[in-house]
């Protein structure tokens, strides 16, 4: 019989910095950034309440025109896979990273880290990327488009619910 395994990585946490987006040389986008994660419990000895904070670095392919909404603070869910991958730095150390390879990205909780709506109502969750294997989603149309479709109103990104 074959063995079995599991690589499978969800997360739900904050930005730590805006995504970064850059190119291969073959023209694929590769859009970075880390999500922090927290974890809480009451100590025993002491009664008090402790927290740790975990930073995972993720990498997202093809998906370059989700930067602009990947900001600092904001809140995202995150699934995809663990990738460990080696290279040699300046001085010819090997050098091991250890990072997520998203599938799927969600903005959640609207503006993140204040304004805007919270976690809990029905415009809480925004899904910026699809699962591989589904129908595209609609990209953002560029500023001057957006500002004819709302009548001229100057509405920005930054008026969007999410």
Do not use: C
């Amino acid at each position: 019989m074959a063995s079995r395994s599991v690589n499978k990585v969800i997360l739900l946490g904050h930005l730590g910095r805006d995504a970064e987006t850059k190119f291969t040389p073959g023209g694929a986008a590769v859009t970075k950034f880390s999500v922090a994660t927290n974890r809480r419990w009451k100590d025993k000895d002491s009664g008090e309440w402790k927290e740790e904070t975990d930073w995972s670095n993720v990498v997202l392919w093809r998906s370059e025109n989700l930067a602009n909404y990947l900001t600092k603070g904001k809140q995202v869910y995150v699934e995809g896979r663990l990738q460990t991958r080696s290279y040699e730095d300046k001085d010819g150390k090997k050098v091991y990273a250890t990072e997520v390879v998203a599938d799927d990205v969600i903005l959640v909780g609207g503006q993140g880290g204040g304004g805007g709506r919270s976690g809990g109502d029905e415009y809480s969750q925004q899904p910026v990327s699809q699962p591989r294997g589904s129908a595209p989603s609609r990209t953002p149309a560029p500023a001057s488009q957006q500002d004819e479709q709302f009548g001229g109103q100057g509405i920005t990104d930054d008026d969007v619910p999410f």
